[in-house]
């Protein structure tokens, strides 16, 4: 198959040609050539307004919810959806039905996902099932392709548990992934506690159930060394917690979700119940803080937290609806709102996570593997729920006005356009 794109920014801070307007062919997979102007026939040639382009994106801790929920979401069907969003690399979370708590599973997904136009990286759990009680196989999980270890959507409680892991993955420079959520502390909340929760005489959640998780994993981290990735932070002092853990030279790193830079509890006010996720939307003040520390590259990454669910999990009481949001194609489109440098954002949604999680980062570069994302940046619109690929449309994002229009991507010799 042989693509050329025409005339199009290139946005990746390694390549030499960052900053230039060129045109790209690619051939059976591979850039065969970066020039200025390219005339050369090919199978696919795209031309759009304001065309960028940068290697591939890549999302941290989505939900596929295959095997056991294919209710929810497919692996085919969350693929489509992620490369609608733009992102040819997604991690998986393990809480499927099994949990990824087995080689068998890590090698499930692997293999049902080995044909599809994007690449999945599946987390393995930290301990069996997921329940927090003894460690999972993680070293047979990370010979057979774990990227890295969590317990996706119900976080490690016991310390003790998450010590032992912490030193575990030291072995293999694996790193642990966790959700910053005491259980203990209101476990019965529903948002945010504050003024905004009493006004809605719902039960509150604070943030010091956030914060002091936060606290404790970096108090572990300090003692083993290892690495550790806090994601779905949410709260401003979260964020100066983990600040200042990495200026005491630890190993974390940490990622927000779209809809916390986008949402906070004051658009609670309809009990709008695709709003309703863990950890909750808070204070307006802390929605400015994760804006303030995207803008000035202090979060590592963006994770789209995708949980696809049912409309019977979400169209019911408040109080009975399920936490999660699916909002995998709206990552970029609703976190660009709020950039004030693209170069940033780029390089939140393409570089910290492959860091993190140890693979290979893609070059824009004559020889090299195409790994592309295309995309416009200053293309606005409102959200159509006809829009969603996704099987499940739990996304609070539609109706909402979005900036940036994903194009494509091209991955694996295969061309995905919107």
Known sequence: MKVLIKQAHIVHPSSPFNGTINDILVIDGKIKSIAS????????????????????????????????????????????????????????????????????????ILQKSSLLPIDIYPLGAITKNAEG???????????????????????????????????????????????PDDKSIAPYGLMNEGIISTQLGLPGRPAIAEELMIARDIELLKYTQSKLHITGVSTQKGIQLIMNAKKEGLNITCSVTPYHCFFCEEDLVDYNTNLKVNPPLRKRSDMMAIREALALGQIDCIASHHTPL????????????????????????????????LDTLISQLTIGTRKMIGVDIPSIKEGELA????????????????????????????????????????????????
């Open 37 to 108: 102007s390219i005339t050369e026939t090919a199978d696919h040639t795209i031309v759009h307004d304001n065309l960028h382009v940068s290697i591939g994106w890549i999302d941290l801790f989505a939900n596929f919810a295959d095997p056991g929920n294919e209710y929810r979401e497919t692996i085919e069907s969350g693929s489509l959806a992620a490369a609608s969003g733009g992102f040819t690399s997604v991690v998986t979370i393990p809480n499927t039905n099994p949990v990824v708590s087995s080689k068998t599973q890590v090698e499930y």
């Open 310 to 341: 049912h409309t019977d999990e979400k169209d019911c009481e408040f109080e009975y609806a399920k936490n999660g949001m699916e909002c995998i194609e709206n990552v970029f489109v609703a976190v660009n709102k709020f950039a004030t440098s």
């Open 371 to 418: 790994c592309l994302t295309l995309f416009n940046p200053s293309e606005e619109y409102v959200l159509d729920s006809a829009m969603i690929k996704s099987a499940s449309h739990n996304n609070a994002f539609v109706g909402q006005s979005l900036k940036g229009k994903v194009i494509g991507i091209l991955n694996k010799n295969k061309l995905i356009l919107n």
């Open 133 to 179: 009680k003894e460690l999972a196989e993680m070293y047979d999980m990370h010979t057979s392709g774990a990227c890295a270890f969590s317990d996706g959507q119900h976080s490690v409680q016991n310390p003790g548990v998450l010590l032992k892991a912490l030193q575990y993955v030291l072995a293999k420079d694996a790193t642990i992934v966790q959700l």
